[in-house]
């Protein structure tokens, strides 16, 4: 319930403090006197868009701090505590907004985004605007309508979960469509590429060893040269091979040994000096053996690295990365080649999710046409008591023409309405003038609202357009709504100011130089003035002093029956 209202520097208001009670509460006034700022205050303090041209004319910044008291166990005590935002069972909300456009947020004194205050709005304050009864006669509107009253929330959840996967599933299946129209190409090209990689063949780590092959066959005739040489030097020469120098001179150490024993150890070192370099010559002879000049190895490994270094051109890569390069395209070749497969998982998994989709839909339908009847009979009723006798209202569900179900379901939501006896009914868009759409919207929040209210109601002139005996059943059921939550409405009607359990008269004052709002709870005998003033012309009588209390009274006995 809205316990308190703090405004400073808003519009033309520099600082007004309000108290709110349960039950009916009223705001009247002159024209113009700011009575739908009170409302603009409310939805500004709970998100509602605003600027610096909201700041009254001379102050730096704007204020609104709005109180709430709730249950313990309701929706917005779990809300609260789920944000860490709890504070016992009251909520403060203030906004600040300052004259350099910069907006602030707080619930009970701490920061928030804007979009927390939205969330908290729709669970406090359900406002209806003047203009809301245009809304109306918009479909979209009508179809929330209906499902608010049908609490269709449930189905409605289900029917977009279906509806994304539906979509999820249709895109795959699209993307694997339209990838298709490519994928011949792509695969004619990476069959070719392939099946070039293959015929190369080339392992890992072979490359670099073929440019070692390509060097040493290139050079096959120094490599030769050098060898021979030194086999030679080293063992082969007929005369002069180290080996057989080492070897005399041996032979030389050994005959002395007899006359001097310390030469074994030197005779010793020649001895295996001479098995080393036999040694060193058979790994000669090998070397040389290998380094034959092999004209078709050479032109083999030679053509075998043009080719990788051609191909790996080609790839934009080096020659050491072809065999990798050859896994994956083999991979992606695999995987083209299996798309088939895959487009058919694809249409399988659409199908189960379209099936899905239209029992979603189905079951909807089926909650919309039973709480589209009960919400016929109901506003029907309610036209009778607000001067339409004879009217009726309908429910139409027109199927959509589009082949696709919609997020919301499989066919829009019209209410049609035939507002005298005897009258075809038609779209509500086409057939209510303005004053019958604003009753007609009254009694659909009525009923729409009527038993689980969720939160504080508030009704900015949704009277216009009415008056006299209409009047006074448009105040009635104003206050039948209050018993079950509370509701605040702006009014310049009497006969429904007169059903209030409190009444707040909004004043513009002014000194020729400045202007301000004041607002004022109305004690009885000034309640007695301003339903006089509201009734009568320039100048109140006695009599329409006497007129307006009577109509209090009788006000006041039919709330206490």
């Known amino acids: ?47 509602a868009r605003a600027d610096s041209k909201a700041i009254r004319a001379g102050a730096d910044r704007c204020e609104v701090t709005v109180g709430f008291e709730f249950a313990g166990a309701s929706p917005l005590c779990e809300w609260l505590e789920a944000r860490d935002l709890a504070a016992g069972d009251e909520c403060l909300v203030r906004r600040v907004i300052t004259s350099e456009g910069r907006s602030r947020g707080y619930v009970n004194g701490q920061p928030v985004t804007m979009q927390t205050l939205q969330e908290l709005g729709e669970l406090l304050l359900d406002i209806c605007g003047q203009q809301d009864h245009q809304r ?18 449930a189905e409605l959840r289900a029917m977009a979960e279906a509806h994304a996967a539906w979509r999820a599933a249709r895109d795959e299946r699209d993307r694997l469509l339209a990838a298709g129209e490519d994928l011949a190409a792509r695969h004619e090209l990476l069959s070719f590429q392939v099946r070039e990689l293959e015929a190369l063949n080339l392992a890992a780590d072979e490359y670099p060893e073929l440019e070692r092959e390509e060097r040493r066959l290139a050079h096959g005739s120094r490599i030769e040269s050098g060898l021979r040489t030194a086999l030679d030097a080293i063992y082969e020469a007929d005369e002069g091979s180290a080996h057989g120098a080492i070897g005399r001179n041996r032979q030389a150490l050994e005959d002395l040994l007899e006359l001097d024993q310390d030469l074994e150890p030197i005779a010793r070192l020649l001895a295996e000096s001479e098995v080393l370099l036999s040694e060193a010559a058979d790994g000669l002879r090998d070397s040389l ?32 990365e072809l065999p990798d390069l050859a896994r994956r395209l ?19 998994e659409l199908a189960q999710r379209r099936t899905m989709l239209e029992t979603c839909a189905t079951r909807l339908s089926n909650a919309r046409r039973t709480a589209g009847g009960r919400l016929a009979d109901a506003v029907t ?10 009217g009726r209202f309908l429910v139409e569900l027109p199927s959509n023409k589009a082949a696709e179900i919609a997020a919301w379901g499989a066919e829009s939501v019209e209410f049609q309405v035939a507002v005298n006896p005897g009258q075809p009914p038609g779209p509500l868009a086409r057939v209510a003038s303005g004053g019958e759409l604003s009753r007609i919207s009254l009694a659909l929040q009525v009923v729409t609202l009527g038993d689980d209210p969720g939160g504080t109601l508030i009704f900015d002139e949704v009277d216009a357009g009415v008056g006299g005996g209409v009047a006074e059943i448009v105040g009635m059921q104003l206050q039948s709504l209050s018993r079950n939550g509370q509701v605040l409405c702006v009014t310049h009607l009497a006969q429904v100011a007169s059903h209030a ?20 709870a109305l004690a009885k005998d000034e309640r007695v003035e301003e339903i006089a003033r509201m009734l009568g012309g320039v100048e109140i009588t006695s009599r329409t002093r006497d007129h307006a209390r009577e109509i209090l009274d009788l006000a006041a006995a039919k709330r206490s029956a």
């Open 1 to 47: 319930m809205l316990t308190q209202l703090h405004i400073r520097n808003l519009a033309v208001i520099d600082a007004a403090e309000l108290e709110f009670g349960d039950g009916l509460t009223v705001l009247t006034g002159e024209t113009g006197a700011g009575k739908s700022i009170m409302v603009d205050a409310l939805a500004l303090a709970l998100g």
């Open 330 to 348: 083999a991979v992606d070749l695999e995987e083209i080649d299996a798309r088939d497969d895959r487009l058919a998982q694809a249409e399988t």
């Open 289 to 320: 053996q290998r380094n034959e000049h092999d004209p078709a190895r050479e032109q083999t490994v030679a053509e075998r690295v043009a080719s990788a270094r051609s191909l790996a051109r080609k790839h934009r890569c080096e020659p050491a």
């Open 136 to 153: 109306l006669r918009h479909r979209a509107v009508q179809r929330k309508l209906l499902d608010r009253f049908g609490d269709h929330d």
């Open 501 to 520: 359990d409190q009444h707040l008269k909004v004043t513009k004052l002014t000194d020729g130089q400045t202007t301000r709002t004041a607002v004022k």
């Open 381 to 390: 009723a309610n036209m009778q008591q607000l001067g339409m006798s004879g």
